[in-house]
């Protein structure tokens, strides 16, 4: 069976499939082999023979999501890493941050001698339907790219059929990283939540372990919904970029007047932040607000710090951290991408639409949901002692007087997104009349983000679904709503060709 394995799961961010289908526990087994070669072949890059290490002083951090098939794929994980004779920090159930924490953390002399990972491996499938798994890989204290991820994926593929070394296994300890992340977090925040009342959701998956007892730590009221892990997610999907998910929690704001609702992904690296009317911000809105807090002290010193976002972000938010005195830069959507270009431009701030965000700015540059909660905390606390009125939404002015439609997600097979994309693009550039209104600029950095004289259009794949995503934004409800009919019955027509 294995020399027929099909490794079609390894994506552009992670490996990422359903579960028994594209990602199995032999895959994972490969997998945790394949990547042990990459970290020791770029560990060893440039050295010579006697300053080569060997496997046998390789460690990995692992950890896993709440999904029910989250244990076995981690098991076969394990199994795989240490056949090689790297040996295995098992941090079991934790948020995927914590698994990134982990390559961060001084770990005690008594559970790995040097003290510190070379990697980390987290079995999740984020965002994704229940029957999703899927893993994350770091190195060196930074996500695979997309090419890194592709050389692993050819050494996993080169693992199979291949025996297993017979001189020595690697080692496996467990370790409970939550109470290390949680005391380090409380130094930095203290009691900066006193006064703040907070609602989490938690949609049974892995924030559930830290975050409510965290916030309650720095000083927060904490109305808790759907705290216990549980990997059938009973009462919703944890996905708060999805809108439908988050009816609970916005309810409960309001009855509850709190502050501010802070929902959580699958594996808690994605926040989504509901405001003290009880409305949903999209991911644009809520780094609008991170910028806002964190450029304007650097600016009135004359520092021009960079932000990084991407293509499916509002205008509006570039052109308000460029007039604030920062530096906006737009990339490709994934964390990978986003990740890669926020170390290429030492940005300090770092966002996506789905709700990723990325601090360097006293944090470790990763996207961590409950440190991110940690900051709207604290940006409503600093804002309350000068405006006990203060609302989280009177840091949105910005986007009053512009309209800006909800993702518009259309399906289509995988196999007919490239073609069908060629064929929009080649269509829009043969009818530069077609919205009605000029093109002043067709952006194909990731899909096309065609900008229009009062907005723009924009569509992308998804690298993890079966999807097309779409955006559209005007200067008025009415165009914002003809751009996207235009656009959307393309789209339907183009893909009609195909399927």
């Known amino acids: 069976m294995a020399q027929t394995l099909d490794f079609r799961a390894f994506g552009k961010n992670d490996i990422r499939g359903i579960y028994g289908e594209d990602v199995t526990e032999e895959l994972f087994y490969y997998a945790g082999r394949g990547y042990v070669k990459f970290v020791v072949e770029n560990l060893n890059k440039?050295?010579?023979?006697?300053e080569k290490i060997d496997v046998k002083d390789v460690w990995v951090s692992v950890a896993r999501d709440a999904r029910t098939h989250s244990p076995s794929l981690t098991d076969s994980l394990i199994k795989g890493v240490t056949s090689t004779g790297a040996n295995v920090?098992?941090?079991?159930?934790?948020?995927?941050?914590?698994?990134y924490y982990s390559e961060f953390a001084q770990i005690p002399s008594n559970v790995i001698s040097k003290g510190r990972v070379n990697g980390?491996?987290?079995v999740t499938a984020s965002h994704n339907p229940s029957e999703y798994n899927g893993l994350k890989m770091t190195f060196n204290k930074s996500s695979l790219t997309e090419e890194q991820i592709k050389e692993v994926k050819k050494l996993s593929m080169d693992q199979v059929g291949v025996a297993e070394s017979s001189y020595r296994h690697g080692i496996i300890k467990k370790y409970d990283i939550i109470e290390q992340y949680a005391e380090n977090i409380i130094n930095m925040f203290a009691t900066v939540g006193r006064g703040i009342k907070v609602v989490t959701d938690c949609g049974n998956a892995t924030a559930g372990v830290v975050a409510p007892q965290l916030y309650r730590d720095l000083g927060c009221e904490v109305v808790e919904l759907f705290t216990e892990p549980d990997g059938t997610f009973p009462n919703h999907h944890p996905n708060p970029s999805d809108e439908k998910t988050l009816e609970t929690i916005k309810k409960v704001v309001v009855q509850e007047n709190a502050d501010v609702g802070i929902a959580f992904d699958g594996d808690s690296d994605r926040i989504g932040i509901i405001d003290s009317k009880g409305n949903a911000l999209t991911g644009d809105k809520l780094l609008l607000i991170y910028a806002q807090d964190i450029i304007e002290p650097l600016a009135r010193r004359g520092e021009h710090p960079c932000v990084v976002s991407e293509v499916k972000c509002s205008q509006v938010l570039y052109d308000t951290i460029n007039a604030m005195g920062g530096n906006?830069?737009?990339t490709k959507t994934g964390h990978g991408y986003i990740k890669s270009k926020m170390k290429e431009e030492n940005a300090i701030l770092a966002g996506e639409m789905s709700g990723h965000t990325f601090f360097k700015d006293r944090y470790y540059g990763f996207d961590d949901a409950i440190y991110a909660g940690c900051r709207i905390i604290e940006i409503i606390a600093k804002q309350k002692m000068q405006n006990p009125d203060f609302k989280i939404e009177d840091m949105l002015k910005p986007f009053e007087?512009?309209?800006?439609?909800?993702e518009v997600r259309f399906h289509c097979p995988n196999e007919f997104k490239k073609s069908v994309l060629e064929d929009m693009s080649k269509t829009v550039e043969e009818n530069p009349d077609l919205f009605g209104t000029k093109i002043k600029d067709i952006i194909t950095l990731d899909g096309m983000r065609i900008i229009l004289e009062d907005g723009f259009a924009m569509i992308r794949q998804s690298n993890t679904e079966p999807v097309f995503t779409l955006r559209f934004e005007a200067k008025s409800k009415e165009n914002c709503k003809h751009y996207e009919d235009t656009f959307v019955n393309l789209l339907d027509k183009t893909v009609k060709k195909y399927c």
């Open 46 to 50: 440039d050295k010579s023979e006697n």
């Open 89 to 99: 920090l098992n941090i079991g159930m934790v948020p995927t941050p914590l698994g």
């Open 120 to 122: 980390a491996l987290i």
């Open 328 to 330: 906006a830069i737009m």
């Open 401 to 406: 007087g512009v309209c800006t439609s909800k």
